[in-house]
């Protein structure tokens, strides 16, 4: 499926976009491990999460549609079955990184691959701490790359982790392991990233604390099953954020959006680069803070990010790189070599295709260097099989002159199901085309 984008005058309405992909996967994988039920409303059924569920089932947990979401049978810590056949983790990396976790706490034998993307992602990461932790792990190119194959051990030893990398998904994958490890498991990181599961794992009852950047959980202590409410997804609201503050005239409210400190590096570098966000109606859905947000466009002006910010920003750097190139001024974007291992290249695909629209960026070994233009023309571009790519270059193909087509945009489903039905909402006209 293609998606073709017509310039665009002004986004205007209220809406609100799909549950967070992060706390979907947190709550399914976390309430299966649970006593007990776990109600998740607001469930995200992306493509992604849509994989959790999947292995999920053939694990043996009980999960059923709700009217609201999804509702998860908890088979407790040790609970899990050995499934009949290989788990597919399609296009998700949390689902592989936090389930290997989980997996690696279980006393049976269990293979986990996924599509093309995934298999060629780094998995050497996670599954070097689990390994110290008891569990047995092969794979591909020396165990770093799926297929893999795990042998758990419901009797993990506990450790202490510095985590060469500030990745959520392994010091989730390290927790998850940790809550069938008697004793404390500790893990530290370079830089603070997403806390969803410390905060969800805190509110099924864990023993975990937060100490700066050390996480602390003892082990072997029973979860109980809740209900869930699951805030909207704010790198989803990032494509609305961004369009809305680059296009004219446009006044936009995103309702529920999730405000975790921890993924606020959006609001924080849009707000810098001048664009007028008003954070109102904070609230909080167990334990995660929610709001509203009303954007208005503004003219921005370029920045640097770097950093500490990164991991807060990581999935929102291709739409920001569209933001850097309709502002005025230069944006360097440092420390971003993450994004290489995403579900492509994510510095050199956003370069090339953007590139493609004339915008003027240059690609570094860890970033990217961005000279505002504000004009771009409309193009034929590429997705790259890359939902973050395809909605990037949608809101690039809204500001731009003339008509833009985004080809294979099917992956736009991984986590933002209704994508191009919400811009429409709101003024913009996006056609699909098969
Ligand atoms: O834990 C998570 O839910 C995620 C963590 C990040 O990946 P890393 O842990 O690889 O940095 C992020 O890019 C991904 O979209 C979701
Ligand atoms: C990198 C992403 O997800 P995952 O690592 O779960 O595939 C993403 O959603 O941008």
């Known amino acids: 499926m293609n998606l073709r984008v017509l310039p665009c005058r002004g986004l205007t309405g209220t809406c609100k976009v799909p549950g967070d992909k992060s706390i979907s996967h947190r709550a399914a994988i976390i309430g299966a491990l649970a006593e007990g039920t776990t109600e998740i409303d607001n469930y995200l059924f992306g493509a992604d999460c849509l994989s959790t569920l999947r292995c999920l089932e053939s694990l043996g947990v009980q999960v059923t549609c709700t009217e609201n979401g999804v509702r998860v049978k908890g088979c407790g810590l040790k609970g899990l079955k050995e499934p ?109 990233s997403r806390d969803h599961t410390e905060r969800m794992l805190k509110s099924f009852g864990a023993l975990i604390e937060v100490d700066g950047l050390a996480v602390r959980l003892q082990g072997g202590q029973p979860l109980q099953g809740r209900r869930i409410r699951v805030p909207g997804d704010i790198s989803a609201a990032a494509f609305v954020i961004v369009a809305a503050s680059i296009l004219p005239d446009c006044e936009v409210v995103i309702e529920d959006v999730g405000i975790n400190p921890t993924r606020i590096g959006i609001l924080e570098v849009m707000e810098r680069m001048g664009a007028q966000i008003e954070v109102t109606n904070r609230r909080d859905w167990n334990g995660e803070p929610v709001a509203d947000l009303r954007v208005r466009s503004h003219g921005l002006c370029g920045t640097i990010i770097e950093g500490a910010l990164l991991p807060r920003v990581i999935d929102e750097i291709p739409v920001l790189a569209v933001a850097a190139a309709a502002a005025e001024g230069k944006t360097e974007i440092r420390n971003a070599e993450e994004l290489r291992f995403k579900e492509t290249d994510r510095l050199q695909a956003i370069a090339r295709e953007l590139g493609k629209m004339g915008a003027c960026l240059e690609e570094r070994p860890d970033g990217l260097v961005i000279e505002g233009k504000g004009a771009l023309k409309g193009a034929r571009v590429h997705s790259w099989g890359d939902h973050r790519i395809a909605m990037a270059l949608a809101v690039a193909g809204l500001l731009a002159g003339g008509e833009t087509t985004i080809e294979d945009c099917d992956c736009v489903d991984v986590s933002f199901p209704g994508f191009a039905t919400l811009l429409r909402s709101l003024g913009a006209v996006v056609e699909t085309e098969s």
């Open 84 to 192: 009949e056949d290989i788990l597919d983790a399609g296009n998700s990396g949390t689902t592989m990184r936090l389930l290997l976790g989980a997996l690696s706490g279980q006393d049976f034998f269990a293979v986990l691959t996924g599509d093309r993307s995934l298999r060629g992602r780094p998995m050497g990461r996670v599954v070097k701490p689990l390994v110290m932790m008891g569990a047995e792990i092969h794979g591909r190119a020396g165990d770093t790359r799926a297929p893999l194959a795990v042998k758990g051990c419901s009797s993990l030893k506990p450790i202490a982790y510095n985590l060469p990398v500030a990745s959520a998904q392994v010091k989730s994958a390290i927790l998850l392991a940790g809550l069938n490890a008697p004793g404390t498991t500790c893990v530290i990181q370079p830089q603070k």
